[in-house]
């Protein structure tokens, strides 16, 4: 059949079936998304005869005869469309993957439309931005400054790669054409398992096998024994070593039994309908309190070299810590409260699923392309796991899709890497969404029993806390999330005697990991519902109640682990969090909407360490080249974090160039020796420390040898307008080149950051239904970097947690398989789910990040949970425990009648 493609004839021959996006993305058309498979995401839009249309469900034949516009084609002329331009000047994006697809869409919306935007986007989904920034750019709002050589920090610079994003040229894992060393590219697939808990007594594959275009089948015989796990830390001993490339012992519903590599993906999918397994089914637990109690199941019969805690009660890491005394705290107390919350299975849901793509390079070396917040430590992986000299195996990770820690985890480059091996081909792994949500990672779902001591004016006197994680069939980040989950939440409060018992357990479901907030999310929902709770029954404002115990400078800063605590107070600006938002909801007064409509008001408060604990190393290169520019080069992943634009500003602003003076080269293993990778905000405080470092050494560097040229002391020297100028001499920068320096750092001591949310809410009588009126966030991320791309974080990661409270839920069933493996079962918001949150930032200076700043884009999504319950407890005096809030749930609880007191 013949089409236009973006004004060019062409000729193609869709096989049966196939459809639209799949057909472009082939002709290298890598603009066009792959996010799902079903029209929910809206990430694989295209305009066909003008007309926008999710092409993941437009028959590729149905295109015959039409002109097919993908975001490659939407610029007029060779400008950029002002859809694009508008895009480009409100920074409409953040990992940018939704970013082709919305502006499609946006492009074709008359003014009608553009009025009515919750309506007009709804087919489209966004996982980083919580869509203000998105609704800008349709307004036409510009929010991007202009760049001033040497003065670049702090100012709202545009991302380096936003051209690329409007426009569709900005690559990711899978937007790469079969040819050169990829020529030959093979497909795989993977056969999941039906079942929750069994062993694998036998695999026939001779089918499979013979059908033809299958190139390989691997099953557990063909895998290496060693254990390992899919978690990634700087200390490998951080996890436990429970997971095989493909284990003969099956533990959750949808975990890998055998592989196909095949000539295409429906070969290779096909060929996994052949493969005949014969299963011995073993009993299965689903509930982690049942899984430690004596009798259970175990799932883990491993080595003590694993690591596992207890492997006969299913414990993978259990935390007993005590300061001061709790017993004595509640015997001191006026007021004991003990209550358990709740939270639930919820996924990170990055637009872009994972996926990796490996080959064997011109000299034999390994070479994997994935997406991954971790490329050095998953090559490190995988030169443990295969035996290989780290020098001979390769990571690179071009623009990521969204990680949110999802991508904390070696979950595809293993096998990728076997099949590679195997075969002697290049080869392609890319999940589908239900992969994704039934087969990768998830948040810990949580109990957490809070107890708390307090006198009659407020005083704490005791904090107990007792967690159990599920940690789902295997323990990747089950440890470090339950130690983590742990401390903040308690150290936010000055209190003697603190107590924490926990543990994380395995159960046949699918496995935990790491995600925003790591463990915090939900301890913080509990402790600050907790809060509000003693705040009520105390007749203490729960800001008041805040006040009176929150940490301040000189407090100590203890955890309640035997890690070595190495957290300061670089800056503190929990005061500043706690005005704001207290001042921004009081006023103006709370709306009438009628009889029907109850309105409450609420908030929370929680701290993050800037870096997480043991061991951070970011690592750095900066060289001046002949050109005259910067040419940096760093570890770190950009996955719409905006690590780029802020390694771009410190170091131009150290130099003092331009950020368009830096030529920024990132996250591949063969760049620099190490990166422990994107976690929290190590991109900005840990890695961007290197490159402070780097840049510095790099001026001291440039200004002697000008110094010398020009017969002066360094003191006279300086950069301006690509010279330095010495003396009375200008000399140009590329007279200079070359010269080059590293940087390296690693994180400690850290510093503490705070972030207080608050929620005016509307809540039906009779429906339940949660409407949110207002949304305020304060957050204490010291020297704001980069004001626009931070307000993004902190917007993003609210709807984000607005999802998880209120609707997401990753349903588990009864025989243990995800029922709702869907974007559309699932539900993440949408532009009409999420208020605009007003956004206001503590002025403070951390004496321990790079240039004053300290981190703040995992932490935002913690206190949203809790101050969303208090708010509606405010408004109907129903206190929500467990996440989410449903509104079929909530109505039935809400009096008929206004509660007296509220
Ligand atoms: Fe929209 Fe990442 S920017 S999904």
Redesign the pocket.
């Known amino acids: 059949m013949n089409l236009v493609v973006n004004g060019r004839e062409v000729a193609a021959a869709p096989r049966p079936g196939q459809c639209l996006r799949t057909l472009l993305r082939e002709l290298g058309w890598f603009g066009v998304k792959k996010?799902c498979d079903a029209g929910d995401c809206g990430?694989c839009t295209v305009h066909v005869d003008g007309r926008p249309v999710h092409s993941c469900l437009y028959p590729a034949f149905r295109a015959e005869g039409a002109r097919v516009t993908t975001i490659e084609g939407l610029d007029e002329g060779g400008a950029l469309h002002p859809m694009q331009q508008a895009f480009l000047d409100a920074q409409g994006?953040?990992?940018?993957?939704?970013?082709a697809g919305?502006v499609m869409t946006a492009a074709a919306l008359d003014q009608a439309q553009r009025r009515d935007l919750p309506q007009a986007l709804k087919g489209n989904?966004?996982?980083?931005?919580g869509y203000r920034a998105?609704a800008d750019a349709v307004d036409g709002i510009a929010h991007v400054e202009a760049d001033i050589a040497g003065a670049g920090f702090g100012r709202s610079l545009p991302a380096p790669a936003g051209p690329a994003v409007v426009t569709g040229r900005a690559r990711y894992t899978m937007d790469v054409a079969p040819e050169g060393e990829l020529a030959g590219l093979a497909h795989m697939k993977i056969l999941r398992a039906p079942h929750a808990h069994a062993r694998i007594v036998a695999i026939d594959a001779a089918a499979a096998r013979a059908l033809p275009g299958v190139i390989a089948v691997l099953t557990h015989e063909d895998a290496p024994a060693a254990l390992f796990s899919t978690a990634r830390h700087h200390h490998v001993t951080d996890d436990v070593d429970d997971t095989s490339v493909l284990d003969p012992v099956i533990r959750h519903v949808g975990q890998r039994v055998a592989a196909v590599v095949a000539e295409s993906e429906a070969v290779a999918e096909a060929a996994c309908a052949l493969i005949r397994v014969e299963y011995e089914l073993l009993p299965a637990v689903f509930d982690p309190v049942e899984s430690m109690a004596p009798g259970a199941p175990v799932l883990h019969d491993k080595p003590a070299a694993s690591r596992i805690a207890n492997p006969t009660r299913n414990i993978v890491a259990e935390l007993h810590g005590e300061i001061g005394s709790l017993a004595d705290g509640l015997a001191g107390a006026d007021l004991v409260f003990t209550a358990g919350y709740a939270t639930q299975r919820v996924q990170h849901a990055?637009?872009?699923t994972h996926g990796a793509i490996g080959w064997r390079d011109a000299e034999g070396r390994l070479v994997i392309r994935t997406s991954s917040q971790t490329p050095f430590l998953t090559r490190d992986a995988l030169a443990s796991l295969y035996g290989l000299p780290r020098d001979q195996v390769r990571v690179v990770t071009e623009r990521v899709?969204?990680g949110f820690g999802g991508k904390q985890e070696m979950l595809v480059e293993d096998i990728v890497a076997l099949a590679v091996f195997k075969t002697g081909r290049p080869v392609k792994l890319e999940y589908t969404r239900a992969e994704q949500f039934a087969a990768s990672t998830c948040r810990h779902p949580m109990t957490v029993e809070v107890t708390v001591g307090a006198k009659r004016d407020g005083t704490l006197t005791a904090l107990g806390l007792k967690v159990v994680s599920n940690t789902g069939a295997y323990g990747n980040h089950g440890p470090g999330v339950l130690f983590h989950g742990a401390n903040e939440c308690l150290t936010l409060y000055r209190c003697a005697n603190k107590r924490v018992d926990g543990y994380a357990v395995y159960t046949n479901t699918p496995p935990s990991g790491a995600f925003r907030g790591y463990g915090l999310s939900q301890t913080i929902f509990a402790v600050e519902s907790a809060m509000d709770e003693v705040a009520h029954r105390l007749g203490i404002d729960p800001f008041a109640l805040r006040r009176r115990n929150v940490i301040v400078p000189g407090d100590a800063l203890l955890a309640y682990d035997d890690h070595p605590h190495d957290v300061e107070f670089g800056s503190y600006g929990l005061d500043q969090c706690l005005d704001s938002v207290e001042a921004a909801l009081k006023d103006p007064p709370k709306p009438d909407m009628g009889p029907d409509w109850l309105v409450g008001r609420g908030m929370a408060a929680s701290m993050i360490d800037t870096v997480p604990p043991r061991g951070h190393v970011g690592m750095s290169r900066i060289a001046l080249t002949a050109e005259g520019r910067f040419e940096l080069r760093v570890g770190t992943a950009e996955f719409?974090n905006g690590t780029t634009t802020v390694h771009g500003q410190i170091a131009a602003t150290v130099l003092g160039v331009t950020g368009a003076d830096i030529v920024i080269r990132q996250s591949d293993t063969d760049h620099v020796a190490h990166d422990t990778g994107a976690y929290g905000s190590t991109g900005t405080v840990v890695a961007g420390e290197a490159t402070r470092r780097a840049a510095q050494e790099l001026l001291g560097q440039l200004l002697a040898r000008a110094a010398a040229r020009a017969g002066t002391v360094t003191d006279h020297c300086r950069v301006e307008g690509g010279h330095v100028v010495a003396g009375a001499a200008r000399i140009p920068l590329a007279d200079l080149a070359p010269l080059e320096a590293e940087g390296r750092a690693d994180g400690s001591p850290r510093s503490v950051a705070f972030n207080v949310q608050g929620f005016e809410v509307a809540v039906h009588r009779r429906s339940g239904e949660i409407r949110l009126l207002r949304s305020l966030h304060a957050a204490d991320a010291g020297t704001v970097v980069n004001p626009m791309q931070c307000r993004g974080q902190i917007e993003?990661g609210v709807a984000q947690a607005i999802g998880a409270a209120l609707y997401e839920h990753l349903l588990v069933d009864a025989a243990g398989a995800v029922a709702n493996p869907t974007f559309r079962g699932y539900h993440i918001p949408t532009f009409a789910d999420v208020p605009r949150t007003e956004v206001f930032f503590a002025d403070t200076y951390d004496t321990l990040g790079p240039l004053g700043a300290k981190s703040m884009s995992e932490s935002p999504y913690n206190p949203v949970a809790p101050a969303l319950a208090n708010a509606i407890f405010d408004a109907t005096g129903v206190r929500l425990r467990a996440t989410p809030f449903k509104a079929d749930e909530l109505y039935a609880l809400i009096p008929a009648e206004p509660a007296e007191t509220i």
């Open positions: 996010g990430a994006y953040q990992c940018g993957f939704c970013t919305m989904l966004c996982r980083c931005t998105i990055h637009l872009e899709g969204g719409g993003g």
